[in-house]
Each structure stands twice: as structure tokens, then as C-alpha cells.
């Protein structure tokens, strides 16, 4: 999930634009909504808690990198 979202920050990096969350949010959502299913039994797999926390600091910490080298990259002249 983590190497995800910073490849998306690569390849959005200068865009500010919807598209730079669109497709980052497509990702996010489609993780967790399938562990999220499991745990509902609407996706087959076994629902693990663990699976489930580690998806969400993988998450936070996904699109905090994001934030932090945007303003890096906006500071820079």
C-alpha cells in the first residue's frame, strides 16, 4: 500500500490537480474496502484485524509522505 501511494507521488508529483488524488483515493479505496468486505463476508478471504490496522498506517503514512515532499518540492526555487 505504502510503495503505492509514494509511486503515485512520483509519477504526480508536480500535479496539483484532481487527478493527483483521484487515483491515490482509487487505491486506498480499493484496499481497504476488501478487507473490509472480507470482514463482511461480501469478498472471499479471511477479515484479519491486523491486515486491517496495517492497511491504515500504511494509509496515514502513504499520504503523509505525500504532503511532506510536496511541500518540499513547492519550497525548493
Known sequence: ??????????????????????WPGILTAMALGSEIG???????????????ALLLVACVGGFSSRVRFTHLKRSRP
Do not use: C, K, N, T
Not at 472480507?38 to 486491517?52: A, W
Open 1 to 22: 500500500m505504502y510503495s503505492g501511494l509514494v509511486s503515485f507521488d512520483a509519477i504526480w508529483a508536480r500535479h496539483v490537480g484532481l487527478e493527483a488524488y483521484l
Open 38 to 52: 472480507q470482514g463482511l463476508g461480501v469478498v472471499p478471504g479471511r477479515f484479519d484485524p491486523s491486515d486491517l
